[in-house]
């Protein structure tokens, strides 16, 4: 005959006295220990959990951080993935956000004691990797670029319709010119612009004219557009700012991606001013880069709206690290040599067929991904699996995310850091036993 069994239910606050909860309490947060700790009091109640193991059952309930974003495995071969965060951070970065998360010199002089530029040492950093600009600023996004830009050079915005593009999520960035109170001024039709077009629109209310790149989509045919060497030139002497959008923000051009307009050679070109994204190609944290003449840099910096769209120290400090530290993530994978990603999908296909599973190494096709390149497929390698795995390892510890491709899951190694094979090869092992 047994007593009552809520009478053997620990209570609340002797189960958060014991030292493993109390250390658990400290690393997360009081409030989400006591939220397991009741969850294990109901199945000590339901009889499901004996009250000896109430302790070891909270323990194991428990997060292993108090944030609820989780490491995923990138095995989809898209290298830079809008849904799976972009860029991953190098470690130099990782390591300067983790010294600059704290209290930091960040808009300090150290040596004089008096007030600083913020995030001086990222944008000599911008300026030394681009030399075509002569000054920079960072923000949020490339968004946030384009907003600034259409706020505080004002006016009328001259652009082609064939750029008034939908980068993804129905982000248009039209909508969002539009959204700041500037004019769009359209000019040519879809498939074409010359620059007769541009110059027709171009006049005294004139803010800027923006070129947009197509980042995810091409136009094919009869088609033609007014590059920025040419439009700079016609534009000289007039005042109007040539205002280039190049989103992927490669610094210099890349052997990989010959297509892809990059930051260096845009000024160059003779843009007034480039923007684009910090978590697409350059593979560092999501910022808005803006690069170009000191005037018009001066101009946005000033204007009260820069206030609402700077960057935080922690993305100053993961910014300066990329442009100065080792090759970041993308970049390698970028560059990865498709035999290399062949090797490492033979060795990790042999090690689960000793595993018992049905896995074989095939070649593959990854991209860059984040609207870039859409037309540029890179070789790649992939693991083979029965179908099964896709959703098993998208609910394993670490979340693996692959494709499917006709009945197979396909985990595509370039958009995955070799490091990273070992932890690729135990999710697959581990989730081996759910798949029929
Ligand atoms: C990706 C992209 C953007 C948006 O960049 P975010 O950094 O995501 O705000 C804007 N313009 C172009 C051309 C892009 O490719």
Do not use: W
């Not at 009478?7 to 606050?13: K, L, N």
């Not at 960035?173 to 010359?194: D, K, M, S």
Request: aromatic share 2%.
């Amino acid at each position: 005959m047994s007593a009552d069994p809520r009478r053997q239910v620990p209570r609340t606050d002797t189960l958060l006295a014991e030292p493993a909860l109390a250390a658990a309490a400290e690393r997360l947060g009081r409030e989400l220990v006591k939220a397991a700790v009741q969850e294990v009091q109901q199945q000590v109640r339901a009889g499901a959990v004996a009250p000896g193991a109430a302790v070891a059952a909270v323990l194991a309930g428990l997060p292993p951080t108090p944030g609820s974003l989780r490491p995923v495995l990138n095995a989809t071969g898209v290298l830079v993935h809008t849904n799976l965060g972009r860029a991953p951070l190098s470690p130099a970065a990782v390591e300067a956000v983790t010294a600059a998360s704290g209290t930091t010199d960040v808009e300090l002089d150290l040596s004089t004691g008096r007030r600083g530029p913020r995030g001086e040492a990222a944008i000599s950093a911008l300026l030394a990797a681009v030399p075509a600009a002569e000054a920079a600023i960072v923000v949020n996004n490339c968004a946030a670029a384009l907003a600034l830009v259409a706020t505080a050079l004002g006016g009328e915005l001259v652009l082609a319709r064939g750029e008034l593009v939908e980068i993804g999520d129905g982000f248009r960035i039209p909508e969002l010119l539009a959204a700041t109170g500037a004019r769009l001024r359209e000019v040519g039709t879809t498939n074409r612009v010359t620059l007769d077009d541009y110059l027709a629109a171009v006049g005294d209310s004139t803010g800027a004219v923006l070129k947009v790149h197509p980042s995810n989509f091409v136009v094919r045919g009869f088609t033609r557009a007014v590059p920025v060497a040419e439009l700079a030139g016609a534009l000289a002497g007039r005042g109007v700012p040539l205002v280039a959008d190049v989103g992927s923000g490669l610094l210099r051009p890349h052997p990989v991606l010959p297509e892809e307009p990059d930051l260096q050679t845009t000024l160059a070109d003779g843009a007034d001013l480039v923007l684009a994204s910090g978590d697409k190609l350059l593979g560092g944290p999501q910022a808005g880069l803006v690069l170009g003449r000191a005037a018009l840099v001066q101009r946005l910096r000033r204007h009260p709206l820069y206030r609402a769209l700077r960057v935080d120290k922690t993305t100053l400090a993961a910014l300066e690290a990329t442009l100065r530290g080792p090759l970041p993530p993308v970049q390698q994978m970028l560059a990865a040599d498709a035999a290399v990603l062949r090797r490492r999908a033979e060795a990790l296909a042999a090690r689960l067929t000793a595993g018992g599973i049905d896995a074989e190494a095939v070649d593959s096709e990854a991209r860059v991904g984040g609207g870039g390149a859409p037309e540029h497929p890179l070789p790649s390698a992939a693991v083979a699996l029965p179908a099964g795995y896709a959703e098993a390892l998208r609910a394993g510890s670490p979340p693996v995310v692959g494709y499917v491709a006709g009945d197979r899951t396909l985990l595509d190694l370039r958009s995955l850091p070799a490091a990273a094979d070992d932890a690729l090869a135990a999710a697959v092992l581990a989730v081996a036993g759910e798949v029929a």
